[in-house]
Every structure is written in structure tokens, then in C-alpha cells.
């Protein structure tokens, strides 16, 4: 489910754009759901 976690990660970062704390919130988010997913 790659692809999911991924095109998830980007509604999520979309969503909270405008942080600068974006990426650094949404990776570990994706990381862990890939591992849970995998």
C-alpha cells in the first residue's frame, strides 16, 4: 500500500501547509503507517 501512505502523506501535508513543521510532523506520521501497513 505504498502508494496509499504516499498520496496520504500529501492530503495530510496539504492540508496543514503554511508550517514550516509540515514535513518534519507528516514523515514520521507515514513512516509508522507504513510499517504497520507493511
Given at each position: 500500500?505504498?502508494?496509499?501512505?504516499?498520496?496520504?502523506?500529501?492530503?495530510?501535508?496539504?492540508?496543514?501547509?503554511?508550517?514550516?513543521?509540515?514535513?518534519a510532523?507528516?514523515?514520521?506520521?507515514t513512516?509508522?503507517?507504513?510499517?504497520?501497513?507493511?
Amino acid at each position: 500500500h505504498k502508494w496509499w501512505v504516499y498520496n496520504m502523506a500529501d492530503k495530510v501535508a496539504v492540508k496543514l501547509s503554511g508550517s514550516q513543521t509540515v514535513k518534519a510532523d507528516t514523515y514520521p506520521v507515514t513512516l509508522n503507517i507504513a510499517e504497520y501497513q507493511a
